[in-house]
């Protein structure tokens, strides 16, 4: 667990091997939460972070609108909470409607003047992302945020409705097609707006775990031999490569949007709560330790969405509200512009119908 937290801030030499001293350095920088460059770390909270971009924004602070991806649990629904808090008009898309407008309620008991528009999406059904984008876009809304957070990890190998194994489908395949079908949307409303436009791809530490030698695309739709955690890490390398590779096309359009990833960080669940005893209950006192608060785990999503201090940066990838390294994999370049067209082909394939972007 030290060594993933240390992965986080430990500078990289050239031959990719990792000295003890920065390990130690960053693992201690992590426990007692030492600010990075960003004035934030480890410690730093959702709420602390947006309320000092609401500070720095020029008045009358724009009314901004967001969509966040998985907000019915955990670091989702505290980064809705946050956001709707600081006056952001937040979109939850929501498999489950019931957990969503039980996290409305929550939030506007909290902030009565809470703006929240409820959907009905699956992301791994490309119809229910359709339907969704096509929902949405009705609304005739802006868009300047989109939070790619929602996640899944499967024990056992599953498949979507669409034929993709439920990991890869949830995390990485359903974010892509959301995002390209917002894309147009998010680049008029900064046009509009003046105001960068900003995706974020909510990712893991867990990426690095991934060897080039096992990321082929063929095999992660339909792997032949499944394993739960190889398949989670990679879809959270897809994530890095995703917002790498669109960054880049981004650029290249000249488009006033950013995107970029982030490690929310290891959150405390109360899982272990119910397995009482000696044992565990030093175990969850050490790992206690070493995990965030809910809070702490929205932090860097929304301070890469919101802040000032992340104007202009895109392609990167953040942990602990600072700019961090992610493996040699994520940074691929190479491999971000395949898995790109890989996944755009596909896209074209099951929806037979052209999707407008090409590479440039
Ligand atoms: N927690 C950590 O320690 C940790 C560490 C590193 C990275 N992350 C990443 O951070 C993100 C949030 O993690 P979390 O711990 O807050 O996760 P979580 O509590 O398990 O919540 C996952 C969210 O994703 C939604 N979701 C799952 N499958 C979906 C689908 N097919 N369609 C629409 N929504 C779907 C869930 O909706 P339902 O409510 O309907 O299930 C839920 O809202 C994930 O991307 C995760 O990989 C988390």
Redesign the pocket.
Known sequence: MILICAWNSAPQSSNNCYSLAPIMKATMKYLVGIAGPSGYGSKTTAEQVTEDCLRSMPRPTPHLTAIV?????????ETARVLAKSGVRVII????LK?AEEVKENIQKESPKAEIIISK????SFASIQRFCSDFLSLGLPLHIIIN?????SHKLEFSEDNIELTFA??YI?HFLLTEMLLEKIMETALETGIEGRIVN?????HSWVNKKDFCFTKLLNPKCYNGTQA?AQS?VANILHAKELSRQLKARKANVTINAV?????K?GITRDYRGFITDSLYFMASKL?KS?SQ?AATTCYVALSRMTTGLSGKYFADCNESHSSPLANDEAEAQKLWNQTHALMHRQLLQPLDQCVE
């Open positions: 991806t998985g907000a019915t649990s955990r670091i989702g629904a898309p929501a498999r489950d957990k999406i699956d992301l791994t957070n929602a996640g899944k990890y949830t995390n359903g909510v990712s893991s530490v867990i989670y959270k490690h929310p960080g290891f959150v669940t995990l809910t785990g």
